[in-house]
Each structure stands twice: as C-alpha cells, then as structure tokens.
Nanobody
Framework: QVHLVESGGGLVQAGGSLGLSCAAS????????MGWFRQVQGKEREFVAG????????YYADSVKGRFTISRDNAKNTVTLEMNGLKPEDTAVYYC???????????????WGQGTLVTVSS
C-alpha cells in the first residue's frame, strides 16, 4: 500500500516556475514507478511525466518536454516535478501516481494522490 500526498501547487505567472512534490508513505514506494498526470475540468486525465523505480528512466509528454523535470528520492520517499517556462495551458490539477511500470495510461497506475492545483496566469 502506498499513500501519496502532493504539495506545491499555486498561482504563477506565465513564464514562471513552480515545483511540485509528492510525499509517499509505505514501505513499497521504492519499487514503484511514478507518474505525474494533470486534469482540467471536463477533460481526461493527461500524462505529464514518469520515472522508473530507480530513477534511471524518465519520460515526458511532448507538451512539457524541455520545460518539466521529474525526479525522485527513494530515501526520502518523494518524487518531484520541476516546472519551468509555465504556460496558461499548463493550468490543471496535478496528480502523482504509483504503478508497477511507467505508462502514459492512467489506468495502469494503482495509487493516486488527491491532487494539487496549478494556475498559470497570462
């Protein structure tokens, strides 16, 4: 069992930066691949970034590649998403998720956090 709690959301101007953190509890965190997703009301949840259990592999949606960076610290049971060059279209509720493998499909993830809102003003 893995319990996830996101933090770090907020309001930022376009072009600015924001860092999201996901704190995990549970002894099995280090064996799970992790992902960040985002969702705008009325739309499907969208893959943003993923990272393998050991941090060796990272994956990004084309829309955030070069602007966002995902990382993890298994000793601290955390995964972070550093977001730079934010755009108004990045506005969404951001969720972290844990699964057996990295996937762009939200159905492949087992555990989810409650989400944190990121608002980018133009």
């Amino acid at each position: 069992q893995v319990h996830l709690v996101e933090s770090g959301g907020g309001l930022v101007q376009a072009g600015g930066s924001l860092g999201l953190s996901c704190a995990a509890s549970g002894r099995t965190f280090s064996i799970h691949d992790m992902g960040w997703f985002r969702q705008v009301q009325g739309k499907e949840r969208e893959f943003v970034a993923g990272i393998t259990w050991n941090g060796a592999g990272t994956y990004y949606a084309d829309s955030v590649k070069g602007r966002f960076t995902i990382s993890r610290d298994n000793a601290k049971n955390t995964v972070t998403l550093e977001m730079n060059g934010l755009k108004p279209e990045d506005t969404a509720v951001y969720y972290c998720a844990a699964g057996s493998y990295t996937s762009e499909d939200s159905n492949d993830y087992i555990y989810w956090g409650q989400g944190t809102l990121v608002t980018v003003s133009s």
